[in-house]
């Protein structure tokens, strides 16, 4: 039977995850095409305070990457943003051109953060905080400016303000009410919780209203309706959200607040549903993910006809995830009319609990300090059991501060139906199951198996516990975390077990040493790839089916599914002739953009797949690997030849560097620099490995990254000859690929083993040699990918564009 089409506007945490359900429900009744604003793979929006608080990199939030919309056939459309829909011919159409005919179509389009429309509002500097352009402008101002001012005392304006003051601002939050987080918390909780961010160094200023920013191009000044003023580099607005409609509404949507929907979430036009922030179901329009996973578990279960009861509405609860403050709410939390409450406040230990009731039901808690009985709180009050005669012991009976009940006795004593995850709703027993049944045996392969932990990651420790509950005191050795959810081996273990067995391809080492998913996951794939292809140089055919799509077809995809040609320019020196050859290639490809990249190199951006090969074939130039987890580029200055404070020739260096080490596979992209002097035009002290030339030797540096988390180089040694140069940079990409976790930076890699054990394992000169000669043998397997797909027109087929409807996701 011929697919039905479905077509879903928005590729964020609600509409994917119901894409997820679906493909497992009926994966293959639709052929489906995603349509996001955004130029990313589908993230965890929620994570993006751990990214500005440091607890996570941008890496760590993608939930699905480009292979997992490849793998599933789907059509994903970055960067698009749809503008209109015609409901009569069942046809979306997007800013950039792009159309999509539909059967099904999906509303996801989430909401859009709330702008304060203030005079000066559109200055420079003035921001929200919902995407990750958002995050990127908070870090990369953070290293130019000091003094934020976050409008807004909520959930997310002090999730901001905490990923400021970490990155180093000094952090003001102006607030309307007279206490923080007014739609979560009372005035008691709020009272504490002031007090110990105050403790962080963040500063309050409540009952505030702010009247124009102020400023020429850039912020500079908030001033208030009480007159009173405070200066500021960057303003960031948490003031509320308001579900994303406009598309909608001109579409003759019905909508309210949100996109009105019925308990199928299906909208006033048959076949067109919606859910998510967007959606308004029974005249609410939530703005947590556990509510819109259940509308999506709803929805993904009517698309692919499976039975389902239609959804109720959700009780909602949050926490705010900032370090060293616990605090959760639920429910009604004031004092709603008909409603009693008991308290317990501990100043001593800063411990504050309260519930609410009504007809002896539980209608509400918040809980400060210590919030470990919130799931089991919350349990009790969605199921509307009745709590007459238990109220103090709900307050004080579980866990209240210096209660002798261990953490690992209650949660043995939960019982199994209690929600553990309240993001993704897993519960105890789903948990238990996973450990006892589904041989989970750390919380990684726990969050693979259920998802629990998966989202806001409130719920770890409570994961944590129970894994250890179920499967630590079974094993009687403490749980411990494997490179992936398919396996507890770590890293070093897995590479040990390798060579003791001589296993030899990434199927057989998942066989032998007894992986959870028979199929390993993009986590344990490309690992392995890379750890055998470490040990095995001369012997290992290299898995191409493990590798991303950016080192499958040997250029970076771009957020449109073009694709970049990077030719490699030895240390950045290039010639007429060359620049010539490049200009025609890219006049005759009609190439839209040429750029001269931070590498000193030139990127030909904007090509299609299909163009990939007779451009290289033209170009007739190494490819730069500027895709790969390999050797980058080796940046130089212009040092002794043409510079008067050059005191070596860094170019020639430079150049060497790079003709040594190029098509180098590393267990993550690997940069180098060379300067010619102290002064350092090359910004060696930023890369993995960078060379500044001193009078009469070298200074070698590693560990750097100009990257998200700025880490300068340390000195590891200083040499005098460029022989020398050249055996320390071998030996010390050698040691690193032989040690390092597969996708770990130099940076992080020498933070975690520390740069005296690398200097004690390099200091034989007898053992730099032989890491030199393995590098060697390791660089002379390889043959530059680009010549190599030219001359075998097997690998040449995969670039030849098969239909149109081909996935521009390659
Ligand atoms: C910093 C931060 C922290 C948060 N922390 C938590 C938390 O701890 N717990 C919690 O429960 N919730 C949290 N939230 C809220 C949570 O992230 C949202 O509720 C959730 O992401 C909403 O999912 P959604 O799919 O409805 O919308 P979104 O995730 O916003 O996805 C909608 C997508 O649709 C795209 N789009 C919109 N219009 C169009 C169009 N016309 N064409 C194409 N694409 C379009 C948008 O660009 C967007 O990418 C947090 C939110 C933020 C910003
Ligand atoms: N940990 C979490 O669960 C979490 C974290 C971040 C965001 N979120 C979600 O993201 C969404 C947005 O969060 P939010 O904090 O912006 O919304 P919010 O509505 O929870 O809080 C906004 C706050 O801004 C205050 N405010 C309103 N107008 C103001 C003004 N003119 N000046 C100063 N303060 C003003 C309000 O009193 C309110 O406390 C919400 O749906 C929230 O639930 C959740
Ligand atoms: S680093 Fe020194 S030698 Fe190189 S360009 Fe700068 S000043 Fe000249
Ligand atoms: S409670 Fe948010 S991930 Fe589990």
Redesign the pocket.
């Given at each position: 039977m011929a697919k039905q089409k479905l077509v879903m506007i928005g590729n964020g945490m609600a509409g994917v995850r119901t894409i997820e359900h679906l493909l497992k429900l009926a994966p293959d009744k639709y052929e489906i095409t995603i349509f996001g604003s955004e130029p990313h793979p589908n993230y965890n929006r929620i994570m993006l305070?751990s990214v500005l608080a440091g607890g996570a990199d941008m890496q760590d939030i993608i939930i699905n990457g480009w292979d997992w919309y490849q793998e599933h056939g789907i059509q994903l459309l970055s960067g698009h943003t749809v503008t209109g829909i015609d409901t009569v011919n069942r046809q979306v159409i997007s800013d950039r051109g792009a159309a999509a005919t539909y059967d099904i179509l999906i509303f996801a389009t989430g909401s859009n953060p709330f702008m304060?429309p203030l005079p000066g509002a559109d200055k420079e500097g003035v921001i929200a905080f919902r995407d990750i352009r958002d995050c990127e402008i908070m870090l990369q101002t953070s290293k130019q400016y000091k003094k934020a001012a976050v409008?807004?005392?909520?959930?997310?304006?002090l999730?901001a303000a905490r990923g400021l003051l970490h990155l180093g601002m000094e952090v003001s939050v102006?607030?309307?009410?007279d206490y923080l987080?007014?739609?979560q918390l009372d005035r008691a909780a709020a009272g504490m919780l002031q007090e110990e961010l105050e403790k962080q160094g963040m500063t309050f200023l409540l009952k505030k209203?702010?009247e124009a920013i102020l400023g020429r191009k850039r912020v500079k000044e908030l001033r208030f309706t009480d007159g009173t003023s405070l200066d500021a580099d960057l303003v960031v607005m948490?003031?509320?959200?308001k579900p994303n409609v406009a598309l909608a509404q001109s579409s003759g949507l019905a909508v309210n607040r949100g996109i009105v929907v019925d308990d199928y979430m299906q909208s006033s036009i048959p076949g067109i549903y919606a859910l998510g922030e967007c959606a308004e179901h029974r005249g609410i329009a939530y703005?947590?993910v556990a509510p819109l996973y259940e509308q999506g578990d709803v929805l993904a279960k009517r698309l692919a006809e499976v039975e389902t009861i239609g959804y109720a509405g959700s009780v909602t609860s949050?926490?705010?995830?900032v370090s060293g403050v616990d605090v959760f709410s639920a429910g009604h939390f004031g004092d709603p009319e008909g409603s009693r409450s008991l308290r317990y406040q501990d100043e001593l230990d800063g411990i504050y609990k309260k519930i609410v009731m009504k007809d002896n039901k539980l209608i509400g808690a918040v809980l400060f300090g210590d919030t470990s009985d919130g799931s089991r709180l919350f349990s009790i009050m969605k199921s509307g059991e009745s709590i007459q005669g238990r109220e103090k012991e709900l307050l004080l009976g579980f866990a209240p501060g210096g209660s002798t009940v261990s953490a690992e006795q209650r949660l043995a004593e939960l019982p199994e139906e209690e929600i553990i995850c309240g993001c993704n709703g897993v519960s105890k027993g789903t948990i238990k199951d996973a450990v006892l049944n589904q041989g989970c045996t750390s919380a990684a392969s726990v969050k693979a198996c259920t998802k629990a932990s998966a989202s806001?990651g409130g719920c770890k420790p409570l994961v944590e516990g129970l894994v250890k509950l179920y499967a630590g005191d079974e094993a009687g050795t403490p749980v411990k975390e494997g490179i992936c959810g398919c396996t507890t081996l770590n890293r070093d273990e897995i590479v040990a077990e390798i060579t003791k067995m001589g296993l030899k391809s990434t199927k057989e080492v998942m066989n032998v040493l007894g992986w959870d998913h028979p199929e390993g996951c993009a986590k344990c794939r490309p690992s392995l790839n890379y750890y055998l292809g470490m040990l095995y140089p001369e012997s290992y055919k290299d898995e191409k089916e493990s590798r991303f799509t950016n080192e499958r077809y040997h250029g970076n995809i771009q957020k449109d599914g073009t694709y970049s040609v990077v030719p490699r320019i030895y240390g950045g020196v290039t010639s007429p002739a060359e620049l010539k050859k490049i200009a025609e290639v890219a006049e005759r490809f009609d190439v839209p953009m040429v750029k001269i990249t931070g590498g000193q190199r030139i990127d030909l951006l904007g090509v299609k797949k299909e163009d990939l090969p007779r451009m290289w074939e033209e170009l007739d130039m190494p490819s730069g690997y500027a895709y790969g987890k390999a050797l980058r580029t080796v940046k130089t200055c212009v040092g002794s030849t043409f510079c008067r404070f050059g005191t070596q020739d860094s170019i020639g260096m430079g150049v060497r560097l790079e003709k040594e080490f190029e098509r180098l596979s590393t267990p993550a992209k690997v940069k180098l620099a060379v300067s010619g002097c102290p002064r350092n035009c090359a910004e060696a002290t930023i890369k993995d490995f960078g060379v500044v030339a001193i009078d009469g030797g070298w200074e070698l540096h590693v560990g750097g990254n100009g990257g998200v988390h700025v880490r300068a180089t340390e000195l590891l040694c200083v040499v005098k000859t460029e022989d020398e140069v050249v055996e320390w940079a071998s030996a010390f990409l050698q040691y690193y690929r032989e040690q390092a976790e597969w996708n770990e930076r130099t940076s992080i890699w020498i933070g975690r083993v520390g740069l005296d054990h690398v200097k004690e394992a390099l200091k034989d000169k007898e053992v730099r040699t032989a890491l030199g000669e393995r590098l060697k043998t390791a660089i002379s397997t390889q043959k530059d990918p680009w010549k190599e797909i030219l001359s075998e027109p097997e690998l040449r087929k995969n670039f030849i564009r098969l239909t149109e409807a081909e996935p521009i996701q390659g």
């Open positions: 305070s304060l409008i807004g005392g909520g959930l997310l304006g999730e102006i607030h309307i009410g987080m007014d739609r209203n702010t948490a003031v509320g959200i703005g947590l949050t926490k705010l995830k806001c």
